[in-house]
């Protein structure tokens, strides 16, 4: 039995300590925005929020999470895909077959909320999710187009 | 596949469709809606009925459009591209368009209404685009008519524009969903009687348009068919023989028996075991548990240095299949005052599709359905059928958008068959399984290893007077289309050296030219991998193109352009590329460029790279251009997102792709050691879109070709060290070693 915070909600969930919090995401929460990838904590396709940090959740097992611990996955960010990073990648068509993206997009919203004005080496270095379609290009963009799209006094705090 | 079925079925299509796109959340039921009814609720609504004008075109009284789309989405924009050629002709409102995937079995149970299902060689939209035109073409006349019967004027003085229909005389308006019950009741005109739109008066086609399928994609609330849910569901975990060809034995499930969630292990085929169990990850920890002997038999002794030395024979053996043979090469070269040879090799690839390979079923006595990601999705109804033991008309396939496909998902459906197998073992029980990534990557069909010896001889002038082309390796044919490989004798190894114009046509004039291949085939399973063998041959022929040019001690751009005469529209993008990325103006200091050229899927492509090498090897891809004349542009800037990605798709093949062999069975298993390139080394690619409106070629894989040669031979320019073998050798390493 564990008590976890999902998206501002607290659920119970019964499951082995060894479970990665990927699966009890998404077979005992029942949400499956959070993808499978690989299971090594290689490809980002399982990336969520851990207390504002992105993680890769199907290397954490489920033991490892505090009642305490807030989680946010894709679900959580806006189900009208209204904030800065989800609008950004619709105006620029991101998303080829879409299956990383979800993780794509909370790596860069875990990105922005840090570092409101990244610069493309700054992207590099947080931007590690693997895409096989190759979206990499307007990855990038977008996370330039959400940074801009911010109120700008925000952004001179980043940048001082 | 048989066509021959007959059944009433028009009246309850809609039941058996699934909603696929635009409106967030739209995808979320699909696994739920078809159990649960929606064909009850919707007969509760008929107001609310959705009308199907024909086959392609359904209108809802809101003027919302539906357009059914029959070829498969994974990532490739298909989905939009064909919506927008229907949309063009049927004049509705862009805004409005939403979309359908009809299902394999409705379009049987209908005479095929829909055409091929089969998405692959980027045939999506070129081979479609007529019939899916000419289908919205017939809505429209047949919409118009009923506006026209409904005034009692003559349809000739009615317009239409976005769905709004105007009787231009007096001024009147109706739209598509007000006509749409009364349209639905005409006799269609004869489609061919249809004079289609000059493409370039297109005002939604040939656009770029927004794709249809982002939303979804943006909240997690995209259902890919990993993420099925059905009521009673269970999970599968599965896991065949390491080594191919090897054989299971025996299980152990009194081992498994008690772990949480576990229902039993079962045998899947001959090769196969699986382990069902509540959840994946029960299934998945008990399948990792359970005792299994396999029978690894003769192929476990195979290791890629045998491999290796098998394909290099062939490069010199005697007796080969030559594909071409004009003049007289190998006296040319003899004879020649400049001779050019060089070696190049290139390894088995994976996928590595995003989604790994998973399928969903529910197998009763008397119906098989199946949740798939599919790029064939008849191939998944045959596949479902044939090992179901059922009838076609007692199976049915739900497609969802892929989560990646290149290839992997198309003809074999081994992912459905083994689902099947494992179905049939728990009757009217909902089984979902799910390859595991080492699975997905082990158990591929991969891109085929290949060598190759080329062969030149320069004249005086330094033109290139002869050239041999000799392709050693496994032929996808040999091992999944025996008919087209007989006696090895296989063209589709030679992709993109052909004589004949059209598809992958050679765009160099060589008076003295031999293209010879040897078929060496391995134990490994093949098949198709985005763009084929376009990367393997553009790869050796366009890398070749430079060593040659090296020793006329010529431009390579000027090289190629003198053997192009022949070849205008080859020439033509070469240029565009060329010009585009300034070909000949200085660069910043360590920054060089490389060019290449190929044909494939109908469609030219260059690229011109810009590298540099540092001190260490370390090898900096900065900017990319690549030109591409595919005939039509439906979507000019979903051209440009295929292109970027054949960009990164190209580029982790050239810095890392390998797989190896030992002991029979494929070494790498997950992306530690097979690595994909990451957002940091993607260079900033430029997209040149050069249509010349006068053939449709294809998008999603022609451009893949010329991205390593660009970049190697930016590399052989910066070193002056030709690179022959992919992946990506430590440029200095390499140099140091020779």
């Not at chain 2, 990792?288 to 024979?313: F, M, Q, Y």
């Amino acid at each position: 039995m564990a008590k976890l915070n999902i998206n501002g909600k607290v659920r119970d969930v019964t499951v082995e300590a060894d479970t990665p919090l990927l699966w009890v995401i998404r077979e005992q929460i029942g949400l499956t925005g959070t993808k499978y990838g690989c299971g090594v904590a290689q490809c980002g396709a399982c990336s969520v929020h851990l207390n504002g940090n992105v993680v890769r959740s199907c290397a954490i097992p489920v033991s490892a999470i505090k009642a305490t611990d807030r989680i946010v996955t894709i679900e959580g960010l806006s189900p009208t895909s209204a904030t800065p990073i989800q609008k950004a990648w619709l105006a620029l068509d991101v998303p080829q077959c879409g299956y990383c993206q979800s993780g794509q997009i909370m790596a860069a919203t875990a990105l922005l909320a840090k570092n409101p004005n990244p610069s493309d080496q700054e992207i590099d270095d947080a931007m590690t999710n693997i895409c096989r379609c190759g979206t990499y290009q307007r990855v990038r963009a977008a996370v330039h187009l959400a940074a801009d799209s911010m109120p700008a006094a925000k952004r001179r705090k980043s940048a001082a | 596949m048989s066509t021959s079925i007959r059944r009433k079925a028009p009246s309850l299509s809609r039941r058996r469709f699934i909603v696929s796109s635009a409106a967030a959340g739209g995808g979320l039921a699909i696994g739920m809606q078809l159990p649960f009814g929606i064909e009850t609720a919707a007969a509760q609504r008929p107001a609310a009925a959705p009308i199907e004008v024909n086959a392609w075109v359904v209108i809802k009284p809101d003027d919302t459009c539906v357009i059914r789309i029959a070829r498969s989405e994974m990532g490739q924009g298909t989905l939009t591209g064909l919506a927008q050629l229907v949309t063009e002709e049927l004049e509705c409102d862009w805004n409005k368009v939403t979309t359908e995937f009809p299902t394999p079995g409705e379009s049987l149970a209908r005479k095929r209404v829909w055409g091929e299902f089969g998405t692959g060689g980027s045939r999506g939209i070129r081979i479609s685009e007529d019939y899916v035109r000419r289908g919205g073409a017939v809505a429209r006349v047949m919409l118009l008519q009923a506006a026209a019967d409904q005034w009692n004027v003559p349809a000739s003085e009615l317009t239409v524009a976005n769905g709004v229909i105007t009787h231009t005389p007096t001024g009147r308006t109706t739209t598509y969903g007000k006509v749409a019950p009364a349209a639905a009741k005409l006799t269609p005109p004869d489609p061919k009687s249809i004079t289609l739109k000059d493409p370039r008066q297109w005002k939604v086609a040939g656009k770029p348009m927004k794709r249809l399928d982002t939303a979804p994609k943006l909240n997690g609330s995209l259902v890919y068919a990993i993420d099925v849910k059905l009521p009673g569901m269970l999970c599968a975990a599965i896991k065949d023989c390491p080594v191919f060809g090897g054989k299971l034995v025996s299980f152990d499930n009194a081992k498994i028996a008690a772990m949480p969630g576990v229902k039993r292990a079962v045998k899947v085929n001959d090769t196969t075991v699986a382990v069902v169990a509540d959840t994946w990850w029960h299934a998945k920890k008990a399948l990792d548990a359970l005792p299994i002997v396999w029978d690894e038999g003769e192929n476990a002794k195979r290791t890629s240095a045998d491999i290796d030395a098998h394909v290099k024979e062939g490069l010199t053996a005697a007796n080969v299949y030559a594909m071409r043979n004009e003049g007289d090469t190998l006296a040319a070269i003899a004879a020649a005052p400049v001779k050019v040879e060089a070696v190049y090799s290139t390894p088995f690839l994976a996928h590595a599709t995003m989604e790994p390979m998973n399928c969903t079923v529910k197998i009763t006595p008397d119906r098989a359905e199946a949740w798939v990601a599919t790029q064939n999705g008849e191939a998944a109804l045959a596949a479902l059928s044939e090992q179901s033991g059922l009838p076609l008309e007692k199976c049915e396939v739900y497609k969802h958008i892929l989560g990646g496909g290149f290839g992997r998902r198309g003809g074999a459906q081994d992912y459905v068959r083994q689902a099947v197998q494992i179905g049939k073992q728990f009757p009217g029980v909902p089984i979902k399984m799910i390859w595991s990534r080492e699975e997905d990557m082990t158990h591929d069909f991969y891109r085929p290893i290949s060598q190759c010896r080329m062969a030149a001889g320069i004249d005086a002038a330094g033109n290139l007077v002869a050239l041999q082309v000799r392709v050693s390796g496994q032929s996808i044919n040999a091992f999944n289309n025996q008919a087209a490989a007989k006696d090895g004798r296989d063209d589709r190894q030679l992709q993109g050296y052909y004589e004949k114009p059209g598809d992958a046509q050679l765009g160099y004039t060589v008076p003295n030219l031999l293209v010879e291949y040897a078929m060496r085939n391995t134990h490994v399973p093949v098949g198709p991998w985005r763009g084929v063998n376009t990367n393997q041959n553009g790869l050796y022929l366009e890398c070749f193109m430079d060593e040659a040019a090296k020793a006329a001690r010529k431009d390579p751009l000027e090289f190629r352009r003198a053997l192009m005469g022949k070849h205008p529209k080859h020439l033509a993008v070469l240029d565009a590329a060329a010009e585009k990325a300034g070909w000949g103006t200085p660069l910043p200091p360590g920054v060089h460029r490389g060019i290449a050229q190929f044909m494939g899927y109908g469609s030219y492509s260059a690229a011109v790279a810009e590298v540099s090498v540092g001190a260490d090897g370390k090898v900096k891809v900065h900017r990319m251009v690549l030109a591409l004349n595919c005939g039509h542009a439906v979507n000019p800037d979903q051209i440009a997102a295929q292109v970027e990605g054949s960009v990164a798709y190209g580029l982790s093949a050239t810095f890392y792709g390998e797989l190896t062999v030992d002991k029979g069975r494929i070494v790498e298993n997950n992306f530690h050691t097979y690595p994909i390139l990451r957002l940091a080394e993607m260079p900033k690619v430029e997209t040149v879109i050069v249509p010349t409106f006068d053939f449709w070629g294809g998008v999603g894989e022609p451009t893949i070709c010329v991205v390593a040669p660009a970049v190697l031979n930016a590399i052989h320019a910066a070193t002056g060290k030709p690179m022959r073998k992919l992946p990506l050798q430590n440029p200095v390493a390499a140099l140091n070693k020779a």
